[in-house]
């Protein structure tokens, strides 16, 4: 069994910023790439950013220059810092990770979604 349990999500002022936390834990080996995913209502999950185990990092386009992902491998914990925060970002984010269980599983698994809301 593999947990991912996110936090950091809130309601922030346009311009604003949060930073969004998801650590995983349980049966894993070795996590290779973890990432954000955000889904707003009527629209289709996306990905917001992701990052391997090596530290590529891969962005959406509308949040270049604004976000930033970062990784904690001995803590197998990924962030998601977003600055600069609009009201487009408003959205449930999802945590995901790729993973090697300790039986040689490759896994993917999702955390329970954070709600960031960017609002005046």
């Known amino acids: 069994q593999v947990q991912l349990v996110e936090s950091g999500g809130g309601l922030v002022q346009p311009g604003g910023s949060l930073r969004l936390s998801c650590a995983a834990s349980g049966n894993i080996f070795t996590i290779n790439r973890m990432g954000w995913y955000r889904q707003a209502p009527g629209k289709q999950r996306e990905l917001v950013a992701d990052i391997t185990n090596g530290g590529s990092t891969n962005y959406l386009d509308p949040v270049k220059g604004r976000f930033t992902i970062s990784r904690d491998n001995a803590k197998n914990t990924v962030y998601l810092q977003m600055n600069s925060l609009k009201p487009e970002d408003t959205a449930v984010y999802y945590c995901?990770?790729?993973?090697?269980?300790?039986?040689?599983?490759?896994?993917?698994?999702w955390g329970q979604g954070t709600q960031v809301t960017v609002s005046s």
């Open positions: 995901n990770a790729q993973l090697w269980r300790r039986d040689g599983i490759y896994y993917a698994t």
